[in-house]
């Protein structure tokens, strides 16, 4: 039943801020990661679990919020995963060590990935049928500028504040968005008392969990510990490939599955779940090597990451609502994505060409491409994944598309990771090779070095240390430039990889079943 009056306005509010909260989440740390390294005493490169055990946990709740809502009550499970979110916010800013820290952003994915699902379906039904488009609208800007105004946000808290703050500050609206939920939000009709009628997977969760998390952990610490010469790596091999196995077996063969896999035979949805780990590459990696490589390289403060990245994502605003109205009125959604993948090509290649001396202005144009790429592809995406589908499986399709989504993110953050690590010591081969005695170039750098150092010092000798100790610091920021630019056109790669499967999907229009489609967008994200 529609809301009516302050309850509606509360309902928005409610649900629109848990949602921001969360998605804030996934990109806010990113800022931060320097000095969440320093902090806590680790390098820059495992930093990198902090984002992607918060991703993982998403990739695994996702598919479940569904069940999980009809199995405790949309209500409960709401608000439960609200008081988990925020509980696991106060843990992560008060972890005094990385492990602990990676483990609390991993219970804080959990109580976030129901917050953005339950928030979708809760605010839908607050609208009268011919208002939800108005509720979709509201949504996708939230779903935009979360992530948009992370960096911003972390950026602010890590000058003035310190990085413990980034995640403190969701305590208030954590805590306010409780209360009004378990004041203003109604329990729909039997919710949750169907439990005794409601079969659990439990292996089929289990399998999930153990195959992704082993996976990830070959695929974050693979090229730190050289790959399978590392007895570990060796060992979780096995349950990463026996457990994707069994869980994809499992799935298809039971009749009440954890995640219905099932759907996965109509080949549109196939061929959309392709674009969309691509589009979960693209998205997830960029966001985080661009904040990593402007402060190592071009000096940004965490502010100015943050102000660098909100401008140009603002205009995908814009465009969110423009691509929902010209889709509601039976516009095929084949012709966004193929602008969106051109875009995201066109983003790399052009990323890969910045120097160290870019700044903001510079940038500005860079990121625009990826914001109008991003733009351009998700709405048509979630369209294209219940084209050919049946009613009942709206749902399913839609929430197997945001799962692999986000999967895909947890994998780019992890080859990225490795990427840049192989590519770095590759260039600083390269680079050194020409650093020699006998070539004027360096010879001629390292006496003004000296001569600049001993000037101020009077130590000529020890001014010669430390000009080798600059020169070599500055062939390590030159092949870790290199690297990251080497990332962005690995970016573009995947992306001119899948573009022939464009012409491969048949585009459905649906609007006989456009609230359907609606609804169970709302309820599977």
């Known amino acids: 039943m529609a ?45 990198a679990w902090v984002i992607t055990s918060y991703a993982i946990a998403n990739v695994i709740i996702i598919p479940l919020t569904g069940f999980l809502s009809e199995y405790f009550g949309r209500k409960t499970y709401y608000i439960g995963s609200m008081i988990l979110f925020t509980l696991a916010s106060y843990m992560c800013g008060a972890a005094g060590s990385l ?84 004041n203003f939000i109604d329990r729909l009709p039997g919710e949750g008392k169907n439990k005794a009628n409601i079969e659990i997977d439990y292996l089929g969760i289990a399998l999930l969990a153990v195959g992704i998390g082993s996976l990830q952990y070959v695929l974050e610490r693979g090229e730190a510990e050289d790959w399978f010469a590392s007895p570990l790596i060796r060992i979780l091999i096995v349950p990463a490939v026996l457990g994707l196995i069994g869980f994809i077996w499992r799935e298809l063969s039971i009749p009440h599955p954890a995640v219905k896999l099932g759907v996965l035979k109509n080949r549109t949805l196939a061929i959309t779940n392709i674009f969309s780990f691509v ?170 070095l000296t001569q600049g150092l001993a000037a101020r010092s009077g130590d000529v000798a020890k001014a010669g240390d430390q000009a080798l100790y600059l020169l070599n610091a500055a062939v390590n920021k030159q092949a870790y430039l290199l690297s990251y630019l080497d990332t962005f056109r690995m970016i573009s790669v995947f992306f001119i990889v899948i573009f022939p499967l464009i012409f491969f999907v048949k585009g459905k229009k649906k609007t006989q079943d456009l609230e359907a489609i609606k609804k169970a967008a709302m309820e599977a994200h």
């Open 3 to 47: 809301a009516k009056g302050l309850a509606k306005f509360v309902i928005v509010l409610t649900t629109v801020s848990a949602a921001v909260m969360e998605l804030l989440d996934t990109s806010i740390v990113n800022v931060a990661l320097f000095n969440m390294a320093g902090g806590l005493g680790v390098n820059i490169e495992d930093m």
């Open 99 to 182: 492990w602990s820290l990676v483990f609390w952003r991993f219970i804080q994915g959990i109580g976030g990935g129901a917050l953005l699902s339950t928030s979708q379906a809760i605010l839908f039904d607050a609208f009268e049928p011919q208002d939800r488009a108005l509720a979709g609208g509201l949504f996708g800007m939230g779903i935009i500028l979360g992530p948009t105004l992370g960096p911003t946000v972390g950026g602010w808290v890590i000058e003035h504040l310190d990085w413990p703050w980034i995640f403190y500050i969701n305590l208030p609206i954590g805590l306010i968005a409780t209360i009004l939920a378990w």
């Open 279 to 448: 589009v979960g590459i693209g998205l997830f990696t960029s966001v985080y090597v661009f904040p990593v490589m402007v402060q190592r390289i071009n000096g940004f403060s965490a502010m100015e990451t943050g102000l660098a990245i909100l401008f140009p994502t603002l205009v995908g605003v814009i465009i969110f609502p423009v691509l929902g109205r010209l889709m509601s009125k039976g516009f095929p959604p084949t012709p966004f994505i193929v602008v969106g993948c051109i875009m995201f090509i066109a983003f790399g290649l052009y990323g890969g060409t910045m120097t160290g001396e870019a700044n903001r202005a510079d940038f500005f144009y860079v990121l625009v491409l990826r914001t109008f790429g991003i733009s351009m592809m998700q709405l048509p995406l979630i369209n294209q994944a219940v084209a050919g589908l049946e009613p009942k499986d709206y749902a399913s399709g839609i929430a197997i598309n945001n799962m692999i989504r986000q999967l895909g993110g947890a994998f780019g953050i992890a080859l990225a990771n490795n990427f840049v690590a192989t590519h770095f010591a590759q260039h600083r081969s390269d680079l050194i090779a020409n650093v020699h005695s006998t070539n004027p170039a360096v010879t001629e750098r390292l006496n003004l």
